[in-house]
């Protein structure tokens, strides 16, 4: 979903950073062998993913929603030399089309890989984090911040994606078996009013929200 005109859009594009060669080969694959190839981050949600990776400087960095590797290798680039990605994914036919990217990155061995679900996998976790990037299923997105919260460091970011829902969370007639979209809007009034973080939605492409624990 495009906020702006789309040749404005191509535009800003053009002018950020050039995705790198790995992250271009791993676009190429997801749309040639994995369904639903558009929850991939992509070139410049990617690059945004990084630039803010890179401005945090996470020792330590949760993503919630691994896909197919590539919104991880983003957030890779702006982690300490000796800092580590958890990644949480719960489907079992992805875990090795990620781990041969990450190989393939220099990151491999920082990136831990977890199958299963976040909500019993997170509280087992015998660590703080500095980032997190929740991608995963929406109904849920209220459900993971009440379990990141307190795993969260202090100043530490969380973002999360889609919060925007092409525009969906302005309709109060969604579908009854539409449950993303009552969630989502749930979820960015739990971010608004919880006096533990400060948040920042931004109008990029589905909609990211940047929240900073105070």
């Avoid at 996470?58 to 800092?83: F, H, N, R």
């Avoid at 190989?103 to 299963?116: F, P, V």
Wanted: aromatic share 8%; hydrophobic share 35%; net charge negative.
């Amino acid at each position: 979903m495009h906020f702006i005109p789309e040749d404005l859009d191509d535009y800003v594009v053009a002018h950020s950073e050039n995705e790198p060669e790995l992250l271009q080969q791993l676009n190429r694959e997801t749309y040639q062998k994995i369904l639903q190839p558009r929850m991939l981050s992509g070139h410049y949600q990617g690059r945004l993913l990084s630039m803010i990776s890179k401005l945090v400087n996470p020792k330590s960095i949760l993503e919630i929603g691994t896909y197919t590797g590539y919104s991880a290798l983003c957030l890779a680039e702006g982690m300490q030399t000796d800092g580590v990605i958890h990644t949480i994914d719960i489907n079992e036919e992805l875990v090795d089309f990620q781990r041969k990217y990450f190989d393939k990155s220099g990151y491999g061995r920082q990136i831990h890989q977890h199958l299963g679900n976040a909500l019993d996998i997170i509280p087992n976790l015998d660590t703080t984090f500095d980032l997190v990037f929740i991608d995963a299923d929406k109904e849920n997105y209220s459900n993971y911040f009440n379990v990141i919260i307190d795993k969260l460091n202090l100043g530490g970011i969380i973002l999360s994606d889609n919060v925007l829902w092409s525009g969906k969370v302005l309709d109060n007639t969604f579908k009854k078996d539409d449950t993303s979209t009552p969630a989502l809007i749930d979820y960015n009034a739990l971010l608004k009013s919880d006096k533990r973080v400060e948040t920042v939605v931004l109008p990029i492409r589905d909609g990211l929200t940047i929240s900073r624990k105070l």
